[in-house]
């Protein structure tokens, strides 16, 4: 499980705060199983391995007498294993079956257990009543682990549900609107009362609404505020976004690999297969002083910027030869093994951005960038309408064709009918009548469907400068994670940080969904914490993304930071890429 997360500390604010809470309250789940030294097995949902990886570490879970930590799809439990188990896994009632197989198994061979289920991040009726209709409600105990907002970087936050888009849009349903809200009472219980809460779109508005009856209701709120504004953004105001290739390095590694909870699966040509013949995983975070001076950087400006790292590297290894004095011999020893691991370091990142570069010089990437700008410019857009039917008619990844349909419908609100149809029967003929559903599931969110009404892109890109010459090596504008084009997330975010806002309101009122902005009062004598050392500091906002964000809105978030007297945290449903908000609609992901 977890390593040292000390890198969390060293933000705007200190998230391994909020760390520190999540790993209390899972040590104390496990803690009230151990009192009477019962040795315990944890079994866990997952996709909640990696979540739970950055909470508690191993060797703490050890010391509450945790023996084994076991998948929850094993088939059963080896004789030897630990009479009791506790189960973590996420509201999903076809993992139930999975603990029905255990409990099953063990009355047949007479073994006695005692289970407990801890729902994260709460129960729901749906899974009592699979408990009751699997008839083993009265064999298993059931609580909760209410992981709320989970620390990913000392400037990131993730609520770690990936449906939360396509169910509040589909279905209506807002739980997961719901578990935001609360994880940001959780975040206001640690930092102090937000003074602001500002939005833009209808999911954005829910929660702010959520957040401010939920302030108003408790009296736990007592910690001086570090945060000063909350600014809400619904996806569904910039579809255009994540429809891209995202050009930062951070970005283009989640495109082209991957990156779940911090962690990215290496290709075989960065590191052969561990011992067990699985890909080797690397931690992703800014832990890695390389990593954190790279990840935001356009992948055009990482190569020499690599090459300058190696040069001063060797420089220091060639220390070595001049250190004669015992004095100067202790200095260059006392750098060895900070040498070694930026050495372990430059390595990696050299091996993946030679990789990325391959990728990226490929005629594929190439045509699907030029597609995008083409798109993105306004121009004739026939050429990409070929373009996408010979991908069409060559099977490509079908997530490649749909992104590329999606951002042609939403930069025109909408495809001509002639033009849907079209690629309706060709996707339905190529890839089959089974995404016939998932085809009207991204009509009915706004993703892909016909015309309606004049397209509102061409007004937002002037007022809004979406579209600017930047150079990659050097920005000046937050455009450069894009190749030119600004995220339109962004620069609303941009907007509603500031104190004067409603002067843009023609230019919002453009985008889809209501503008809001609340006032919480704060309690008698707190005043905002000033930080340690410093008689002002700037303001700190933080960024809630409702439905995910990309990995480039996050680096633009972060130039601003380097850039404005004003500093960003970013938080947000899940992080996604196009292919990723795709395969929500595409994939049988239901909760069940």
Known sequence: MSKNKSYLSSGTVSLAELRDVLRRTILNCVSQHSSQGNKLAMVIDPSLVGELGLIAEFSA???RNVEKISPIDVPSFPGDYPRTVL???RPKTSLLNHIKNHVMADQGRREEREYT??????????CKKALEALQISALVQVGEYPLGLLPLDSDLLSMELPLCYRDARLAGDRTDLFLTAQGLMQLQSIFGLIPRIVGKGELAKHVGDLLLRMSRESNAITAAPEIDTVVLIDRGIDLVTPCLTQLTYEGLTDELLGINTTMVELPLSVAPPGPTGKA???????GDKLFAEIRDMHMAAVGPLLGHRARTLRAEFEERHDAKTVSQIHSFTSKIKRMQEDQLSLKLHTDLATFFNGAAKSEAFTAQLDAEQVLLGGADADKTNEYVEDCIARKEELTKVLRLVCLHSVLCNGLKPKVFESYRRDIIHVYGHEYLVPLDQLAKCGLLCTQEGRPSFPLLRKSLRLLTDTDTGSPSDISYVYNGYAPISVRVAHLLAGP?????????SLLPGPEFEHTQTLPT???PRAREGEGTRPPVTLVVFLGGCTFAEISALRFLSHTEERDYIVGTTSLITGTTLLNSFLRNNDRD
């Open 61 to 63: 879970l050890r010391e």
């Open 87 to 89: 189960y973590f896994t």
């Open 117 to 126: 289920v801890y729902f994260v991040p709460r129960k729901n009726i749906a």
């Open 280 to 286: 080797v995983k690397a931690p992703l975070n800014s």
């Open 500 to 508: 004067d806002w409603r002067s843009s309101s023609d230019t919002l």
């Open 525 to 527: 004598g707190l005043t």
